[in-house]
C-alpha cells in the first residue's frame, strides 16, 4: 500500500531530521493567519494562493512545526506579492465541516489552495523554515519554468536538483500540452521546466529540437531523455528515472527527496542498514549496487541506510542494532524478509533465494504478555490469530500508538466498556500497537489512530466509525456480535464490511 510506505517515511525522515528543527521565542506578531469556520471560505475565496495548515493543539509534531511555520511566514510577508500561511485547529469541534470537506486524517495536515480554493494541492515540502520558504516560492509560481538563457538553466536545473525539461520547436501543440498538463499535476512532488534550445541545457545531445523530454538527475547516469508523450507514459517515466538505483538514507538532507521517492513507490523494496563508518562499509555498498545493477528492471527498488543514524528504522521493523549489517525486504502486501548480520558474499546468494520464494517471512511482534489479566487484552502480532481471527469469539480491538492523544483519551473509555462484558464470555475488548507489531492489511486497513474493528464469531469484520463513548460502543458491539457460539463457530474465511461513513469525531492522529 502506498499509504504504509509514506508511513514509514515519515516515521524514517520525522526521527533523522528532528535535530534540524528547533523551537523559537514566540514572536510578539502573529504572521500564521489563523482561521475558523466563521471565516475559512471567505480568506480561502479571496486568495489565488494560500497555504493551510490542518493542526490539533495536542499534536507534537504539529508543535514542532509551529515555530518553523511561523518563522518560514514572517519571510513570505515580505514576498512580492505577500505569500499567506494559515492554520485552522482541525480539532475544533466547530471547524470539524471543514476538516471533513479537505478530508483531513491526520495531523499536521497542510494545503495549499489555489483560485480561491477551486484547486487543492497536497502540501509535499520541507517542515522546517527555509525549506517552507523555498517550496512555497516555488509553488506560488508557474508549473514549469522556461529556459531562455544558459544562466537560467544553471539555476533551474543546479547540481543537486531532479529536473524535467521538456525540449520543443514551438511552445504549444499536443506533446507541449501533454507535459504542461503533468507538470501542474506533480508539481507538488518534481520540479519542471521547458525550453526552446537544447543548447542552453548544460547535458545531452545538443543539437536535438524536441519534442522530447530531458530529465536532470545528480546520480545515476545524471540524465535520460524520453519521447513518449502519453500522460501516463510520461509520469511513469519521470517517477521511476527520478529513484537513484541506490537511494542513500542518512543525516544529508538533499537526500531526503529521493528516499520520500523510494518509500511512496510500489516497488518491492529492499533495504540494506549497515554502520556507514565501519570497516566493511565500503565493500558491503559495492557489492549491493552491484546486485541492485543486476535486479534492474525486475520491480525492486533498492536503498542502504545508516544504521548508526537510523536507529528509529530500526525500530520500526522490529529489529536491534545486534543484527547488523542486515538486509530486509518488504513487499506490496507488506511482507517482510530478513538477513540479519549479513556479510558481502551472502548478499548475492540470499537475494537469490528471496526470488526463488525459499526465504522465510519475519514477522515484527512485541512479546507475549506473561500475564493478560487487565479488562482490555494485550494483542502483539503473534498472538493476532489466537486471541482475534481465530478465538471463535465476539472481539472489538484498536489499533493504536502510545503517542496518539486520540488513543489516551479512548483508553479508559474502552477499559469500561469491557468491563461491561467482564460476564459474557463471547466478547473480547483488545488493543494492539501499531507501531512495534505488523498488522495483515487484510482484513485491517490501518491508516491512522486509533483505527478500532470488529470482528464477530460468525467472521463479520466492520470498522468502528461511531462516537467514542462508552454507550455508543456497547450498542455497536450488542449490535453486530454474533449469537453462535464457540462450539458452533463453522465460519474459516473472513467475510469483510464495508466501513461507515467517517464520523467528525474519528479524525485520526498522524501516523
Not at 433 to 458: C, H, L, M, Q
Request: charged share 25%.
Amino acid at each position: 500500500m502506498a499509504f504504509k510506505g509514506f508511513a514509514l517515511f515519515s516515521i524514517l525522515v520525522l526521527s533523522l531530521f528532528a535535530s534540524s528543527i528547533r523551537s523559537e521565542e514566540t514572536e510578539t506578531k502573529e504572521f500564521v493567519l489563523t482561521l475558523d469556520h466563521s471565516n475559512f471560505t471567505e480568506t480561502v475565496n479571496k486568495h489565488d494562493f494560500i497555504v493551510v495548515e490542518f493542526y490539533a493543539p495536542w499534536c507534537g509534531h504539529c508543535k514542532s512545526l509551529a515555530p518553523e511555520y511561523e518563522k518560514a511566514a514572517s519571510e513570505l510577508s515580505s514576498h512580492s506579492p505577500p505569500l499567506i500561511l494559515a492554520k485552522i485547529d482541525a480539532s475544533e469541534e466547530s471547524n470539524k465541516g471543514i476538516a471533513n470537506e479537505y478530508k483531513i486524517q491526520g495531523f499536521p495536515t497542510i494545503k495549499i489552495l489555489r483560485n480561491g480554493g477551486k484547486s487543492i494541492q497536497d502540501y509535499n515540502g520541507p517542515r522546517e523554515a527555509d525549506g517552507i520558504v523555498s517550496y512555497v516560492k516555488k509553488q506560488s509560481g508557474p508549473a514549469s519554468a522556461e529556459i531562455k538563457a544558459v544562466a537560467d538553466a544553471a539555476e533551474v536545473v543546479g547540481e543537486k536538483n531532479v529536473v524535467a525539461v521538456g525540449v520543443f520547436p514551438k511552445l504549444s501543440g499536443e506533446e507541449y500540452d501533454s507535459f504542461m498538463a503533468l507538470a501542474e499535476k506533480l508539481r507538488g512532488d518534481y520540479d519542471f521546466a521547458h525550453t526552446l534550445d537544447a543548447k542552453l541545457l548544460p547535458r545531452g545531445d545538443s543539437s536535438v529540437a524536441g519534442p522530447l523530454v530531458r530529465l536532470f538527475k545528480p546520480f545515476d547516469e545524471l540524465f535520460v531523455d524520453s519521447k513518449d508523450f502519453n500522460g501516463e507514459a510520461l509520469e511513469k517515466f519521470i517517477k521511476e528515472s527520478s529513484i537513484p538505483l541506490v537511494t542513500v538514507f542518512d543525516s544529508d538532507p538533499s537526500n531526503r527527496p529521493y528516499v520520500a521517492s523510494f518509500f511512496d513507490s510500489s516497488a518491492t523494496k529492499v533495504m540494506m542498514f549497515i554502520n556507514f563508518t565501519g570497516e566493511s562499509a565500503e565493500s558491503l555498498k559495492s557489492k549491493y549496487r552491484e546486485v541492485a545493477t543486476s535486479y534492474k528492471g525486475q520491480g525492486l527498488s533498492f536503498l542502504v541506510g545508516d544504521a548508526e543514524g537510523g536507529k528509529d528504522a530500526l525500530e520500526y521493523f522490529g529489529l536491534e542494532e545486534s543484527q547488523v549489517p542486515l538486509v530486509i525486504i518488504q513487499t506490496p502486501d507488506s511482507m517482510k524478509y530478513l538477513k540479519a548480520n549479513v556479510v558481502v558474499d551472502e548478499i548475492e546468494s540470499w537475494m537469490k533465494d528471496f526470488k526463488d520464494g525459499k526465504v522465510a517471512v519475519f514477522k515484527k511482534s512485541q512479546p507475549i504478555p506473561a500475564e493478560n489479566n487487565e479488562p482490555v487484552k494485550v494483542v502483539v502480532a503473534e498472538t493476532l490469530d489466537d486471541i482475534v481471527l481465530k478465538s471463535g469469539k465476539n472481539v472489538l480491538i484498536e489499533f493504536y500508538a502510545p503517542w496518539c492523544g486520540h488513543c489516551k483519551k479512548i483508553a479508559p473509555i474502552l477499559d469500561e466498556v469491557a468491563l461491561a462484558f467482564q460476564n459474557d464470555p463471547s466478547v473480547i475488548i483488545a488493543k494492539l500497537d501499531a507501531t512495534a507489531n505488523d498488522i495483515p492489511s487484510e482484513p485491517f486497513d490501518v491508516k491512522g489512530f486509533p483505527t478500532i474493528y470488529f470482528r464477530s464469531v460468525s467472521g463479520n469484520v466492520v470498522a468502528y466509525e461511531g462516537d467514542r463513548t462508552k454507550e455508543d460502543f456497547i450498542s455497536f458491539i450488542e449490535k453486530n456480535k454474533s449469537t453462535t457460539s464457540h462450539g458452533e463457530e463453522t465460519t474459516t474465511s473472513t467475510k469483510i464490511e464495508e466501513p461507515k461513513k467517517t464520523d467528525a469525531s474519528a479524525t485520526k492522529d498522524e501516523l
